[in-house]
């Protein structure tokens, strides 16, 4: 197995082991980013006060596979991402060296900055259909609905209603800020 697939599949697994954690609270935070977003600031009720009142709320009302629904999607984001990110950091490096330097092993601030930023702008590009899917799965309640819900039953079929509604273009939606943020974390 060559360094590249071996770092681009260290990364996803370590990344999914990660998000197994965070996904619950993840999911708590987009439903009180979104909550009472439909309607005026005064008149919005208040479902989730906090994030371990969200956990306790959604498991109440949805079970566990409330507080992981959108896990499918955002394992394969993490994957995606934190894949790219690592799995082409260093041929990116070793070509900008050569490129500037002539010498695949010199060290550079510069080049390893650019081939950080440029790898993780990879990833979140990459990445962004199976982003916006998670969030909207995520958002997704049938008991206590917060934002718009699009009712996705899984990850693919997030994907099918997206294309059909929207084109690639609909798959893409936000890549341009994901790039940024990702930019700057990467770095």
């Given amino acids: 197995?060559?360094?590249?697939?071996?770092?681009?599949?260290?990364?996803?697994?370590?990344?999914?082991?990660?998000v197994t954690v965070s996904h619950p609270f993840e999911t708590v935070k987009v439903r009180l980013q979104l909550q009472g977003e439909l309607q005026s600031s005064v008149n919005a009720p208040r479902k989730y006060k906090g994030v371990f009142h969200g956990v306790g709320v959604i498991t109440k009302n949805e079970g566990v596979r409330g507080i992981f629904r959108g896990i499918g999607a955002a394992y394969l984001y993490q994957m995606v991402l934190n894949g790219c990110r690592l799995g082409?950091?260093?041929?990116?490096?070793?070509?900008?060296?050569?490129?500037?330097?002539?010498?695949?092993?010199k060290q550079s601030l510069a080049v390893n900055v650019f081939s950080g930023a440029t790898s993780g702008i990879i990833g979140a590009a990459a990445g962004s259909p199976?982003?916006?899917i998670k969030t909207r799965l995520q958002s997704y309640s049938p008991f206590l609905p917060a934002g718009t819900q699009h009712g996705y039953t899984s990850a693919v079929d997030g994907m099918r209603k997206?294309?059909?509604?929207?084109?690639?273009?609909?798959?893409?939606r936000g890549v341009e800020a994901v790039s940024v943020v990702s930019d700057n974390q990467t770095g």
Avoid: H, Q
């Fill in 88 to 105: 082409f950091y260093e041929p990116l490096r070793k070509t900008m060296a050569t490129a500037v330097f002539n010498d695949p092993n």
């Fill in 130 to 132: 199976m982003f916006l």
């Fill in 162 to 172: 997206i294309y059909a509604a929207e084109g690639v273009k609909g798959m893409y």
């Fill in 1 to 18: 197995m060559s360094t590249t697939t071996g770092a681009f599949i260290a990364g996803g697994i370590a990344a999914c082991g990660a």
